[in-house]
């Protein structure tokens, strides 16, 4: 099906093409036709087709080494002819789409038929003059024929009000959908780039990239557009997003230079020419078969969906857009691997389910005492007869009743609270981005409030990572200082300057300043740049011995990984022999140098002796000052016989070691007041670098994550693995757990070794918490690291494409401090959502007991349906607003985090909730059943069908709503404090959203006549109802002097049990997991859960823009929970020729991803 529109669109390429293909040489389709290719057949078709490379250069107008021109024409017409590199966006849901979703609502369907009968009823007129006293009981009390007639205004108000919510509900969706396609396109335009245009190196934001342009890429980069290698070092692909083949692959010009879009570089660096882009590259023809882009596409979705997806349609006609329940089933089978859900999702679920059972029995029970005490008194008491005529008379009564019981149930269930959550996360994102966190999925964000742990990198994180060369040892001599160059031997100078300048990336430079008499620019990696620092302070340039030499000259280069820990360099000498320049971590070089130069240049023998010498007199005491230590070397080879460059061991071995450079990398100064911060807020701070151990050390202590004399663990990788590895090497739990709550260093590391204690300390049992552990990464290889743990944080400016990728936030400055306002949003939300929750159950708690207590006992609600859809409605969306965006104070981190176990309703609010709703009832229930004496009117008790509004009963509602009000203030403070109103004018959401539900309040009862059941009060009575409510702030400092430890009987609600707590393992695709809700379900709960069913869409909505929000490259790296992009797609296209194509897509992901913790946790 993909693939006859696919074609469409094609054709209509092709047609285009055909009247450009004069201008460059080769057309759209033959590039495409091109790049299917692989390997040798892409060489042979290469040579024969283009004559190579540069023949495909010459067509497309490029110069391999100079790039595109920059003539905006030239650019402009390339546009025109080969398109752009975008793949377009799903269509976003129309605000119509948003209310038919909202209208879906359970609650609401029952409350709008039952409205629609009430209408229909309200019209007819049993036969006969004396309707009342023919119906007996039922017909009585009707005071006149204008008053009867008025009985349609009850449903027409519901079916308002109705509208009213979905409305709000449809708006609430749009706002934050428009915002998350913000916050993407937001996360797409930090993609750049690095392009050759006009002999310049040029950053490009991914999206201006076009064909013909001279790309040069580098390890760590996640690769925008399809291209041809034209030269490239020691380049490795990981193209497992495409073939699910999770080996890396090797590239060079000669036997595979095909490099393709939306693939990760491993290793190495080069430069490529770009041959297709946007939906012609590789990538974007898979989105294209996905449906992803074109509309004739959607046609054709819908058509094959009626046929496969009768089922979807069943429910909820539009939700299978999105991906509906049908598609779970696809969904879950092809994500492979999912993430346990949030912690405070799984509370919120929890509690949920159950405030809706509680609101369910109590709507159930209330219609049928209702039902039996009308038919008991109307045909058992009064021994009336059933008369056919009364029949729609009794009938009204009955929809009447069921309304009231609807509406207890519309009260009972929280919609409000999803809405609180949506509206806080989405608050906090947009608030975290001036914070320096770009939020990729919105979890993330009110994860952090619970993280124990940190996992942080040491280079650029704590430090500053700006490196600059203080001490040196060459020539048997140790600077502390750099010297005069006059006191090095020539010899030696001159090999350490072309050491330095050849074997290192071109892409790294020293630029002159930004500003007069700042420091120099540092650009590409930050250890090179203080080399050539060094260089240019022993008065040498680097940039004419890199011109005699460029890097197409270069034999052969052996980029640096985690394994090799070095890099190395061989450029070919003008007598045929060969030299190789060799840099890295100094332990690991010297013990590789049989020589080393002395004081005149020339090499001597060097020994074990001296090695171990020299690490105690030049390294150690370097590394002890916090210098990260590099070692630089040479080695000689001759040209005849060649040497066997493919056997590294043989080849990176007997060298002679020029000289150890000592850099400084000063830590940040606002880290270590930061660190101190999250101590004191009860989260550990461990650092894990490759640095050598003694430079880590100094390091943790400038920081302050361990201070002399503490009984802390600083180990290196090799004594981490001794210690947690049985005689198989296997890693074993009981083990890990003896090593992880002690270590705060961890030297040396490889990402293996980061995945390893992150894995360990997640999955851990030995405290009472599970552990909740944030990482920090910036290279390719910390990807697995950053989506094992609960929240991956990526660096902005030092990240690669793939550690973004994998991350759950970026931190645009890569500053630990960013993490610390991390952890503030986080508690931040946690709290908005516990002080919403506090208001909204006691409005619940209060207006179910009134509306269940009233009915039983008059037969009627003393608050009517519509007076409770304001309340509950209304208040709930005003109320999440108001508490939601309250900004973070630095008080948050003077607790410990909450923890996975903690009861989302803590003992004080439950108090709380108690102590409020206590009073309201008291003071609700005297009105109900004294307020005529005390006020001196009419009681509006028993009052009969369709009788006008009473002043007591509207006495009640306003009075309910002032105490809300008032409550509301009280909210604002969960942990027990006595100032309710501290900070209260920091928030003007909050003070505008208080005074204008007052304002609306009076407009309610003054104007609001028979609709909402209101009579006008005098000012008196206003004062009266206003005092009331006041009463709840003085009652609120009541309840804030009883200790909790006197009620110690509190339930903890939402709290997650040892059971819900387990992280899910999907050991067996079939055996689809259950969560704690679809177990509900199965209970036989269908009808409540249906009625739940918003909580869940709004949950859904979360997480699918959490999925959304990370739409960059196919099969990009993802975060477990988010299936990929291609998977959201894919679960659209129903046809089984497209799941086949789903699950190759994805084996990737799951291959990738690390998998599920095994199942923990503690009570």
């Known amino acids: 099906m993909g693939d006859m529109s696919n074609s469409d669109f094609y054709a209509k390429n092709q047609r285009n093409e055909e009247n450009h293909a004069a201008s460059f040489g080769c057309s759209v389709m033959e590039l495409r036709s091109l790049m299917e290719l692989r390997g040798p057949e892409a060489v042979i078709k290469l040579q024969e087709d283009y004559t190579g490379v540069e023949g495909l250069c010459k067509r497309l107008k490029t110069s391999p080494t100079e790039g595109l021109s920059g003539d905006q024409n030239d650019l402009d017409k390339r546009k025109e002819i080969f398109g752009k590199n975008l ?126 342009d001279i790309a040069q890429i580098k390890y760590g980069d996640l690769l925008p557009a399809d291209g041809v290698l034209i030269q490239g070092n020691d380049l490795k692909i990981d193209e497992s997003s495409l073939t699910g083949e999770s080996d890396h692959v090797k590239k060079c010009v000669d036997k595979d230079p095909m490099l393709l879009s939306g693939t990760h570089v491993m290793e190495g660096s080069g430069r490529m020419l770009v041959t297709a882009i946007g939906v012609n590259s590789q990538t974007g023809i898979i989105f294209t078969l996905l449906g992803a882009g074109t509309e004739e596409e959607e046609k054709k979705e819908k058509k094959v969906k009626k046929q496969d997806g009768a089922a979807a349609m069943e429910m909820q006609p539009l939700k299978s857009a999105e991906g509906g329940e049908s598609d779970e089933k696809e969904k879950k089978k092809v994500s492979g691997s999912k993430k346990e859900k949030s912690v405070l999702q799984g509370k919120l679920t929890k509690l949920a389910v159950q405030i809706g059972k509680a609101g369910l029995l109590m709507s159930a029970v209330t219609v049928i005492i209702l039902v039996l005490y009308f038919a008991i008194d109307n045909f058992v008491m009064q021994k009336n007869p059933w008369m056919p005529e009364c029949t729609p008379i009794y009938i009204q009564y009955f929809v009447k009743f069921f309304i009231i019981g609807v509406t207890v149930l519309v009260v009972a269930v929280p919609e409000g609270l999803p809405l609180a959550v949506t509206i806080s996360l989405a608050y906090s994102v947009k608030k975290m981005m001036k914070d320096n966190n770009l939020v990729r999925h919105l979890d993330a964000c009110e994860t952090m409030g619970n993280a124990t742990a940190i996992c942080s990198d040491k280079t650029g994180t704590l430090t500053t990572n700006r490196m600059t060369a203080v001490q040196f040892y060459i020539g048997d001599v140790h600077y502390k200082e750099i010297p005069d160059p006059g006191a090095l031997s020539h010899k030696s100078l001159d ?157 990176l071995n007997d060298l002679t070691a020029i000289c150890v450079v000592g850099i400084e990398d000063p830590v940040r100064p606002e880290v270590p007041d930061a660190i101190k911060k999250c101590q004191r807020a009860g989260i550990t701070v461990r650092m894990v670098t490759g640095d050598n151990i003694n430079t880590a050390r100094a390091i943790a202590i400038k920081c302050g994550i361990i201070h002399p004399g503490e009984d802390f663990l600083c180990i290196d990788g090799k004594e981490f693995n001794r210690r947690i590895r049985n005689e198989k090497g296997e890693v074993e739990q009981e083990r890990m757990d003896k090593v992880w709550p002690k270590l705060r260093v961890l030297a040396r590391s490889s990402p293996t070794d980061k995945h390893t204690l992150v894995k360990g300390i997640i999955d851990s049992t030995a405290t009472d918490q599970r552990q909740v552990v944030a990482v920090t990464g910036d290279g390719t290889n910390d990807g697995p690291a950053l989506k094992k743990a609960d929240v991956g944080f990526a660096m902005g400016i030092a990240g690669t494409d793939v550690a973004k990728e994998a991350s759950d936030i970026i931190l645009t400055d890569d500053n630990f401090s960013s993490i610390v306002k991390a952890v503030m949003w986080g508690r931040n939300v946690y709290d908005s959502i516990s002080k919403f929750l506090q208001f909204q159950l006691t409005v619940n708690v209060v207006a179910v007991i009134v509306a269940f207590t009233g009915a039983c006992i008059t037969q009627d609600s003393p608050l009517k349906a519509v007076q409770m859809l304001w309340v509950n409605l209304i208040m709930d969306t005003f109320a999440s607003l108001a508490l939601a965006t309250e900004p973070p104070t630095e008080s948050l981190l003077r607790r410990k985090p909450y923890g996975r176990n903690k009861p989302l309703i803590s003992s ?196 699918t823009f959490k999925s959304g929000t990370s739409f960059q490259g196919a099969g990009a790296l993802r975060r477990q929970s988010s299936t990929t992009s291609q998977t959201q797609d894919v679960t659209n296209v129903s046809s089984p020729s497209h799941v086949s194509l789903s699950n190759a897509l994805s084996s990737p992901t799951s291959t990738t991803a690390a998998t599920a913790p095994p199942t923990t946790g503690q009570c």
């Open 87 to 212: 793949i377009p966006p799903k269509k976003p849901k129309t605000f119509l789409q948003l209310v038919w979703e909202a209208l879906q609502d359970v609650t609401l369907i029952i409350l709008e038929l039952a409205a629609l009968i009430s209408l229909g009823l309200s019209f007819y007129h049993p036969p006969g003059e004396s309707n009342g006293e023919s119906c007996g009981a039922a017909g009585g009390g009707v005071e006149d024929e204008g008053e009867a007639d008025a009985g349609w205004i009850e449903g027409a108000a519901i079916l308002l009000s109705v509208v009213c919510v979905v409305l709000v509900t449809a708006f609430n969706d749009w706002s934050k959908e428009k915002q998350f396609r913000g916050l993407q396109s937001r996360i797409e335009q930090e993609q750049k780039f690095q392009v050759v245009r006009g002999s310049q190196v040029v950053q490009l934001p991914v999206s201006d990239i076009l064909v013909g």
């Open 495 to 651: 090999l350490l300057v072309n050491s330095i300048s050849i074997n290192s990336a071109y892409t790294t430079k020293i630029l002159p300043p930004d500003k007069e008499g700042g420091l120099p620019k540092q650009v590409g990696n930050k250890t090179e740049c203080g080399l050539l620092g060094l260089v240019i302070d022993l008065k040498r340039d680097y940039q004419p011995i890199r011109n005699q030499i460029p890097e197409d000259k270069l034999y052969k280069v052996y980029t640096f990984n985690s394994v090799r820990k070095s890099m190395s360099t061989v450029t070919q000498l003008s007598d045929g022999s060969f030299r190789m320049y060799s840099k890295g971590a100094s332990e690991i070089v010297l013990k590789k140098c049989s020589h080393i130069l002395n004081e005149v240049g020339e090499p001597r023998v060097f020994r074990p002796r001296d090695k171990d010498e020299m690490v105690k007199k030049v390294i150690e005491p370097m590394a002890c000052e916090g210098l990260r230590t590099i070692c630089v070397a040479y080695r000689d080879f001759s040209g005849d016989p060649e040497p066997s460059w493919d056997d590294e061991s043989s080849i």
């Open 908 to 1103: 004080t609010m439950t108090k709380n909730i108690l102590g409020h709703g206590v009073y309201q009832l008291i003071i609700i229930f005297t009105l109900l059943f004294a307020g005529e004496k005390i006020f001196d009117i009419d009681s509006g008790r028993n009052a009969p069908l369709h009788a006008p509004p009473s002043e007591h009963y509207t006495i009640i509602f306003n009075t309910f709503v002032m105490m809300q009000l008032f409550n509301e203030i009280n909210a604002r403070k969960i942990h027990g404090e006595r100032n309710v109103f501290d900070g209260i004018f920091r928030n003007p959401i909050f003070c505008t959203i208080v005074f204008g539900t007052f304002a609306m309040q009076i407009v309610i009862v003054q104007f609001g006549g028979k609709p909402f059941s209101c009579q006008p009060l005098e000012l008196e009575k206003w004062m009266w109802c206003v005092f009331l409510g006041l009463g709840e702030l003085v009652w609120g400092q009541v309840i804030a002097s009883v200790p909790n430890s006197k009620l110690r009987f509190l339930r903890r609600a939402g709290q997650l049990t040892r059971k819900d707590d387990l992280p899910e393992e999907d050991n067996n695709e079939d055996n689809e997991e259950i969560d704690h809700a679809e177990r509900e379900l199965r209970r036989g709960q269908i009808l409540w859960f249906r009625g739940l069913n918003r909580i869940q869409t709004q949950i859904d909505v979360v997480n």
